[in-house]
T-cell receptor, first 116, second 115 residues
Framework: AQTVTQSQPEMSVQEAETVTLSCTYD???????LFWYKQPPSRQMILVIR??????QNATENRFSVNFQKAAKSFSLKISDSQLGDTAMYFC?????????????FGQGTELSVKP | GAVVSQHPSRVICKSGTSVKIECRSL??????MFWYRQFPKQSLMLMAT?????????EQGVEKDKFLINHASLTLSTLTVTSAHPEDSSFYIC???????????FGPGTRLLVL
């Protein structure tokens, strides 16, 4: 069975600084998708970034980028130039997608606080 | 991006009553939708997979007679909490995969409080 682990329950960063959130996963599959979702205090889940396992290039979305290490089964999220609005819970998620009907497996979450 | 709506956003009910929560995919069709439960500061716990035109698939430990799921159309799934009790109070979230975008989108959630 696939599992996703986020080993940092809480993190904090100063505004404008850079922070990296860790995520590891376990699977025997070769094709899958990885996601980072943000859940601010409103509790709306917002997609931050996605990565297809077959793509070697790391995904980037503006200030958000990932370090995808397939062999190590690691998928960390880097937030550059942190802003107060980045304060939220961040969840790493895995899916085999088509083989599982899109079912997501979530990590435990990391609560990020951006301090002024 | 794709949008998923959820209604109501908040509901307070008396113990013993039933509550229905609707989840709609607004600009794409979803043959599958997912229902989650989330406690404060915790991750999302998958309750069941809603399948259009067939029975829902429940995760282990989730009472199917307690949490009734109906996927009436390609854009609507409903979760009914039957004979609700205070321990059912929680935050319920639905999601739907958008196959074209290979991404899953979430509703804004429903906060249920059972008195």
């Amino acid at each position: 069975a696939q599992t996703v682990t986020q080993s940092q329950p809480e993190m904090s960063v100063q505004e404008a600084e850079t922070v990296t959130l860790s995520c590891t996963y376990d699977t025997s599959e070769n094709n899958y998708y990885l996601f980072w979702y943000k859940q601010p205090p409103s509790r709306q889940m917002i997609l931050v970034i996605r990565q297809e396992a077959y793509k070697q290039q790391n995904a980037t979305e503006n200030r958000f980028s990932v370090n995808f290490q397939k062999a190590a089964k690691s998928f960390s999220l880097k937030i550059s130039d942190s802003q107060l609005g980045d304060t939220a819970m961040y969840f790493c998620a895995f899916t085999r997608y088509y083989n599982q009907g899109g079912k997501l497996i979530f990590g435990q979450g990391t609560e990020l606080s951006v301090k002024p | 991006g794709a949008v998923v709506s959820q209604h109501p956003s908040r509901v307070i009910c008396k113990s013993g009553t039933s509550v229905k929560i609707e989840c709609r995919s607004l600009d794409f069709q979803a043959t599958t939708m997912f229902w989650y439960r989330q406690f404060p500061k915790q991750s999302l716990m998958l309750m069941a997979t809603s399948n259009e035109g067939s029975k829902a698939t429940y995760e282990q430990g989730v009472e199917k007679d307690k949490f009734l799921i109906n996927h009436a159309s390609l854009t609507l799934s409903t979760l009914t909490v039957t004979s609700a009790h205070p321990e059912d109070s929680s935050f319920y979230i639905c999601s739907a995969p958008n196959w074209k975008q290979e991404t899953q989108y979430f509703g804004p959630g429903t906060r249920l409080l059972v008195l």
